[in-house]
């Protein structure tokens, strides 16, 4: 199969250049007769629109999607959904100087390589647009698990570090997440962090970051061993992102470093039921989820897009240095955390659908 | 599809349970006409084969593989091959006083209330002697890539982190590697190593480990953006590795600390072809190989079975305690290392093949 | 894997209804570097476009093709080919009084029975209008088999039976497919079929028809045993369009009647290469293609839209009549033709890359 | 993906050469706890046995089925099923003879090209030995179905035509199908085809057949437009088989033939339910199950192995004859009866599970 698509029973397939007419996205295998309105994708859609702050690229782009099939008086049909979503702000002109030369950090080189020719539009495919997309399949997603789950399942992210400025985990709060530009769970870390990125934007640098996202209310049993184990299909998903670099579940890198007695989650009944002690699993336990929520985080790299001057080469393999002119995002991580949550609701979504194949 | 394939075009599926009468493996997509014989996978599988030292569980298992198909007169013939080996020392006694409950940190608990079945003896499909498959695969991914590179593309895993002991990079010497029970690439933490892990082996507890793993002289191109790039497949990949929470390719977690001007690779030219100062990326950009060393790491959370007494409830949903008296691994970290290459080969086999298909 | 996508390598994801805003669909896989316009797909789309002639519906689509995404300054850049034609001439009313029945030999009842919903509007994904994007489909697959095999690889299709009425193969005649308006290759059956057409017209009443599709230039070596052979393929591909009931390759039917001396093609050397004496087998053996023509038959029945009552029931399970009086096709197998051969170049451009990835 | 799966969800995969060690198969997302026994598997491939009669190879071939995987105390578990059948009776002698050249209408030529070897050993990969383990599959997807539906749904195959000598339909008795060598439902035309057969085989020739597979009980749902309809997989099943060149569901080519009126399925209610007044669809509509009997016919070529010789060339192109001398059948169409039950019982239950991840 090409890399266009995502998912197994879920799966979406998008479609669609920085700067050419239009992107869009073909959801296939999307259960008949769930309430979807345009409106249950935009409210997604609008969190991850550029322009919403300083601290976002200035691209004006409404990105308001349309559904062009699939839904039928307000009810999915069963059929595949087809999305739309028309550019509005492309300015193919910003690009112009970078046309002949590659931006260190960027995937100019590597699509140059792979494939013998250059879409220089602002990344064309490589570009953080194709994530708008993303965002709207997650709204579908979430569509399809509220039908099972209503508001029982949630799934939410949140960024705990911005460059080297750590969230102190004691402070998080989910209800200040969207309260200021970060999607900061640490009200207390947020004027540091403005001040901070205000820094690096002034610069013409840019930073990276640490998101967290987290499924809650995730019934157990998802998961498909032993190569589509949940937390597989986690990585995979995040990975996928643009610029991410690290994805790690419960404790992760850290939780190698402890004994074995401090490894695990120990098992108890409350109330008649199963629970644990501790998460330190992330949710899962031989890639099928355990009921426990869902943890992961993942590691954006500092945006390439640079205003001070890189060394590089032209695709004449000539050395020269790049200044990129275009409007960018200081802190792409910002933008990924709507893109991460919606990536964890498409995962779950799939998985329902393939657990209720076999195991329903 | 079900979980237990995995890859596109090099695709192999695996089946069997630590204690049934054998394990097996179906790989469908190799080329023809390739030299294939059993030692050729014989030597990665005495590479993983348990009960080499004893840091490593005491189960005495040969691990002889038999190519059943798909090798005619020495060479493949481009139908699938077929490969078993049987289990010889399956000791299915040592676990019926775990029967009825659930190890914390095993798969016990989540295949249970997946499946509704229960399959104790000794983890079943959830048993790290599957990976025993994918070492097997990995061999014949090794020998795809070598009819079309030679020796010139190699892949090569080490441990650099035991617990919470780190190596020295400065130390770094591939030629010692295979020269430790470990493999670790740093002689001189070899002995505080051994010290370690035999303190923890005699407190019948457990430690994790970090991984990494490099594949060199790979050609840029590589990696099917946008879901499936070379950096979601390879953490897809690992993730799925028996015990593993944690995936990062090039400066991976640390990447997001540092400035943009510190987080990317300048490039430059070298004898007149491209060249890179760094490689902070890890070998791909945009999800695509560049040709340069593709560098991920890994983490193993530490072994669940530990004889300290732990918590945990039965099927009965009754509390009590589990120590576990099997043969098992203190550190499943080390028979991770060339689980982990042989996961890369296979990752790096299909995307080779997937490249030709579209762009060769 | 949900339904609609078509191929494995080269591969294809439809979406929209008969009467939505528009219809659309994604390539995923396409070769890079390859010369694309949109008018290189819109002359097949002219062969398939609804009222061209009395016996084709009366609907009016212009179904231009716009390219969206994946063509760069004239050529394919590898990244997907999003294509939407926007319906013009939707008429929903015309369809309002066969809301709540089902209409025999239509697939309103199975919809209805599978997905528990309705959309009336002229059968929406269930219309033939979905073929318009087979047949987009068909001109990328088209342009990628051309790279590689210029004009020596041609896919042409005709109509050899129209109801009970066949055409003699002594005339058949390619150059005459194009210049009547059933795509007839014996130009003697043509006013013969006018007369048979125009009376079951005037009635109200339809007609199926059997289509011959060839594909010339094949080289040998495509289709991959022993699920996907290149037969299994073809089938599934023209079974796969509206109303296509029964499929045959070579002498398929005929053939097995006849003696095992007489169903073989004998092989010779005719200068210095491979020849056959017949193409009995219609192009593979074993799955494979010999690079002899591949040659393919399929009936379509008759529509199921006739203007004599028939009886039927509705969504409440009364019984009732129905007639049809929307605009539609005497017999869709005209139309069939331009998608059959879509479908046949959709194949072969998907076996071309499986091939060139495992053997080439 | 490579050739050898079959199914999307109850997705299996077969190795193995006709004379090779063994051949096996690995079936993957069956549904847990469904009662399975290797005898429920060999029932079936008892029926597919050859040397059972005189009309069927001589070749001993006690075809007994190990489960090795995937069931665990009588029940599967939702783990993969490794199945292995050890082959008996080789005799790699016999096709000796036959090593450098190439036997016309059998897949050597084909393999030759594709693959760029020859495994002349009985025709290797591309024997229908290989149907064996479509059996085995289909009698787990029979366990699959009847876990949900009992004994209500049925699938069962009996040969209409053998050469050129067709039974009467009004004859058709499903008691007598067991009772003759050839599976024929018309009683009275066994001693006819007997005294054929025998004189085919006699002269070494050999001869074609037509096959009838149906299943009754089948709920209404099953099928996912617009490429995996269910006539197309099912098309798709039945092609796949060794020397099939024709399928047709429901009235199939004579289909075409009638006009409109005469096409369709009136619909009525009986007893509060809705019912049809003939099955001319053959069980399915715009590809979806209606709940009807599904109805299908299939086209065997006869056997390419004949003791005529036979004009053919040599691998080194030389012109030649070849005289098969093997143990081949007279007739394959009556191995072929098993098998397209078996294919059809996993079209069937790999549906069901498609079905129930969407609309279930």
Not at 95 to 113: E, M, N, Q, T, V
Not at 218 to 233: F, N, Q, S, T, W
Request: with cysteine; proline share 6%; glycine share 10%.
């Amino acid at each position: 199969m090409p890399g266009n698509s995502f998912g197994t029973l879920f799966r979406y397939t998008t479609w669609g250049e920085s700067h050419g007419p239009a992107i869009g996205c073909v959801i296939d295998g999307v259960p008949p007769n769930i309430p979807l309105a345009e409106a249950d994708l935009q409210q997604w859609l609008d969190k991850r629109r550029p322009g919403q702050s300083r601290f976002t690229t200035q691209r004006k782009e409404p990105d308001l999607v349309q559904i062009q099939s699939g839904v039928f008086e307000g009810h999915t049909t069963g059929t595949p959904i087809g999305l739309v979503i028309e550019n509005q702000d492309q300015r193919s002109k910003d690009y112009s100087d970078i046309k002949d030369l590659f931006r260190p950090g960027h995937a100019d080189y590597a699509y140059w390589k792979k494939y013998g020719n250059r879409d220089y539009r602002g990344g064309g495919r490589a570009s953080a647009r194709e994530t708008a997309m993303r965002v709207a399949a997650g709204g579908v997603a979430r569509a399809v698990l509220a039908r099972d789950f209503g508001d029982a399942l949630t799934v939410k992210a949140a960024m705990v570090k911005l460059g080297p400025l750590r969230i102190d985990p004691a402070n998080w709060d989910w209800a200040a997440v969207d309260d200021n530009a970060f999607w900061c769970p640490d009200p207390k870390a947020v004027p540091l962090w403005e001040r901070f990125l205000d820094a690096v934007r002034k610069e013409g640098s840019s930073a990276g970051a640490v998101i967290e996202v987290r499924a809650m209310g995730v019934p157990a049993g998802l998961g498909e061993p032993v190569y589509d184990k949940i937390d597989a299909d986690i990585a995979r998903a995040l990975m996928s992102i643009n610029a991410v670099k690290a994805v790690e579940i419960g404790d992760g890198f850290a939780g190698a470093a402890v004994s074995g007695e401090d490894a695990h989650d120990a098992m108890r009944i409350v109330e008649g039921e199963v629970a644990f002690d501790t998460n330190r699993a992330g949710g899962s336990l031989g890639g099928i989820t355990t009921g426990q929520d869902i943890v992961a985080r993942f590691a954006v790299k500092p945006t390439s897009s640079l205003l001070t001057p890189q060394r590089t080469v032209t695709v004449d393999k000539q050395e020269t240095t790049v200044v990129t002119k275009g409007r960018h995002d200081p802190c792409v991580g910002i933008r990924a955390v709507p893109v991460a949550e919606a990536m964890l609701a498409c995962v779950l979504a799939d998985h329902w659908l393939r657990h209720k194949a076999q195991c329903g």
